[in-house]
């Protein structure tokens, strides 16, 4: 379902009010009001968010599940209150299935190397879609180095939609993974994930779906969704860098094997033998990003408590009214036009390179993305070096995009196209 069916735009008043919530967003760059864009890369922190981690570390601050004094047990209990919110915030049946990691890279990774490797024979196949972003391609290059199997890359069409029949079509007898993205960071597309995951599972392929860019925009049920994996990182939905989640089916988690070995991830170790912790703790070795964690829990609470769908309905609003403002400009060429979308803009602006589209724009106080946005294959697929991205969050404004229209004004200006 389109975040546009689901609910109307959201008025300026309420936008406002949400903006109020970011401090940064008062900054200046260049003398220009600070108008940010690059919400793909990364988004900006409420003041509940900050003040969460900062009252964690004035208050709790100790190490988790190894000391008996008092503020090992706050941070213990902070630390799994934190798991028990994700699980929440994503409908997973167990908090168990929620594995702490530093970011969608290492979630994918921990499935490429603990689940997929001590499975894949020579000749097995490992199925990716055409816009992946590159930490949904090379961790599984990489298991096919090590165990002789081929990837396989789904197509997508013109418009950047996937073609789920080739998908269906390509799932086989030898599949042992299907590893999709759930929104592209450099078209927008939106995945059909639920049919998605049927499609496999009716073949018996396993799915992990990279949420990196869905998390903070769709509403994602991974029960609902059925998937056996889905990675997202605590920066693209409000929360600090260096935490993020695999969530994963704990019967997946049962079956595979620790990743790390190191402290916390052990039941009793001697030098003969090691009993591993029960899940999720096998996967954690080591000391974890404490405060992360509680900053993360902190970031899904703002945003539930303006609902996933109003973020979706004012994306989506903002993306028909940039996409219709930036389409009266003739130099610019769209990449990724899909018929289901969430908030991000990319583009082309005639022979002008992407990153001095960029810095021109950057100089007018606006903040986009330029360059291949770890998705050198996109690029190659449309036959262009870079893009602008524009990527929405809940605090941008109409009249964001036009600063954004206007500073492109200013690039025809400069290179007199
Ligand atoms: N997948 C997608 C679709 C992304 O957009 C990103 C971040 N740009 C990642 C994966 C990687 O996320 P992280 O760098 O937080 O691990």
């Known amino acids: 379902m389109k975040p546009m069916e689901r609910m109307q735009g959201v008025d300026e008043e309420t936008v406002a009010q949400w903006r109020r919530d970011f401090p940064i967003l008062e ?7 600070l108008v940010y864009l690059d919400n793909g ?3 900006q922190k409420p003041r509940a968010v900050i ?13 988790v599940h190894r000391g008996v004094h008092l503020l090992s047990q706050r941070a213990t209990d902070a630390y799994e209150a934190a798991r028990a919110r994700i699980a929440c915030f994503l409908n997973a049946a ?23 490797r001590p499975l894949a024979k020579p000749g097995d196949e490992i199925l990716v879609t055409a816009m992946e972003h590159h930490s949904n391609i090379v961790p599984w290059q990489m298991v096919c180095e090590q165990t002789g199997a081929v990837l396989k890359v789904v197509p997508i069409d013109e418009s950047g939609a996937l073609d789920v029949e080739a998908f269906e079509r390509m799932l086989g007898e030898r599949t042992r993974m299907a590893a999709i993205t759930h ?10 994930i639920r049919r998605l995951v049927a499609a496999a599972h009716a073949r018996g392929v396993p799915v992990v779906v990279d949420g990196a860019q869905a998390i903070a925009h769709v509403p994602v049920d991974v029960q609902a969704l059925d998937c056996d994996f889905y990675a997202f990182s605590g920066h693209k939905i409000y929360g600090p860098t260096g935490i993020g989640v695999l969530y994963a089916k704990a019967e997946r988690l049962e079956a595979m094997p620790p990743w790390q070995g190191g402290g916390d991830m052990i039941r009793t170790v001697t030098f003969e033998k090691t009993q591993y912790n029960a899940i999720p703790w096998k996967f954690e070795a080591g000391t974890p990003n404490i405060a992360g964690a509680v900053g993360l829990a902190a970031a899904l609470d703002y945003v539930s408590g303006i609902g996933i ?37 990319s583009f082309v602006f005639g022979d002008v390179h992407a990153h001095d589209v960029g810095t021109i724009v950057d100089r007018c106080g606006v903040a986009v993305r330029a360059g291949h946005h770890c998705a050198m294959p996109v690029m190659q697929r449309y036959g262009v070096p870079a893009t602008v991205r524009a990527s929405f969050a809940l605090y941008n404004t109409r009249g964001d995009v036009d600063a954004l229209v206007q500073a492109l004004t200013r690039v025809r200006e400069v290179f007199g196209a």
């Open 41 to 43: 890369a990364t988004t």
């Open 27 to 33: 900054e200046r760059v260049y003398d220009a009001p």
């Open 183 to 192: 929104v592209s960071n450099a078209l927008g597309t939106i995945n059909p």
């Open 309 to 345: 769908e109003a973020i979706g309905a004012h994306e989506a609003d903002l993306l028909a009214y940039a996409t219709q403002a930036i389409q009266h400009i003739p130099q610019v060429r769209l990449i990724g036009t899909a018929p289901d979308k969430a908030g991000i803009l």
């Open 51 to 63: 003040e969460a981690e900062r009252a964690y570390y004035e208050h709790d601050n100790a190490n």
């Open 94 to 116: 167990r908090q168990e299935e929620i594995v702490y990691v530093r970011g969608t890279t290492e979630a994918i990774n921990l499935v490429a190397q603990s689940f997929v």
